[in-house]
């Protein structure tokens, strides 16, 4: 086992991954309850005390929103983000095992890599991240209003890239938001479209020009202006018209928003 990946939760209302190899466990962003992240670990077979790491994107609850729990009770793991985000949460960090993070300062957890990069997005220096081990790479790309040359190089090299697919744009235009929210989240510091993620997916394929088949979880899909149905068919005949086809190509699965996926092998 090179790299696996496990979503908790992954959505508007809330965000937690699992990320190990086969020595080191990390937990990437906490914005749900306790006990759901602690049910998670749980089913995979893991104690808390395990954890040897925990990395956040930015700030916003659905992605902070256990850290207080969690950091407390995660006694072996030091916690990452940007300076800007802890600097927006520092009252719920353990002051002793938070740490800085910059984009092009790569570092190791146990023997995994961890790249982390800019994202575009209306928080405090928010932050994605790669994860590399024995030739595998993951990226996690969520919270971003457009895909940056910056972070398309992260993607374009993913063997699994869990990707934003947030929401339908007819759906948003003809929904509950008010104007003003859904032009902060069409915006560039807002959250990328099922279109923008399908020719995001075009261009890496093209990058890649087949020389391998990446596995793609669509992620952080919005409660009210998306459905994973909705999600999976625009990515698919964004790529059809590409000539890009799901399982020749790649694998494309939706990653749910109250529901753990299995665990991902890279």
Known sequence: MALSFCSFASGS??????????STILLVDVGIAGKRVLAGLEENGIDISQIN??????????HVRSIRMIGKQATNALIYASEGTI??????????????????NDFKIGDITIEPFN???DAVE??????????????????????TE?????????????????????????GPYPYELQQRILGNEGHLSNETAGHVICRMLEDIDGTKKPKVMLA????ENNTPEQAYL??????????YYIDKDLELSVVRRDESSPMIEV
């Open 13 to 22: 209302s809330g965000n937690s991954y699992l990320v190990r190899s086969d």
């Open 126 to 147: 928010p932050m994605g991240y790669t994860f590399k081990n024995d030739g595998k790479q993951l990226t996690i790309v969520t919270d971003t209003g457009y895909v």
């Open 234 to 243: 625009t990515v698919r005949n964004i790529l059809f018209e590409d000539d």
């Open 150 to 174: 910056g972070i398309f190089d992260q993607i374009k090299t993913a063997d699994l890239l869990v990707l934003e697919a947030n929401h339908e744009i007819n759906i948003l235009r003809v």
């Open 87 to 104: 600097s927006c949460i520092e009252d719920k960090l353990p002051k002793d095992r938070a740490f800085t993070l910059s984009e092009k």
């Open 53 to 62: 790491g925990i990395l956040l994107t930015h700030e916003h609850i659905d």
């Open 220 to 223: 952080h899909l919005s409660r």
């Open 119 to 121: 994202l575009s997005h």
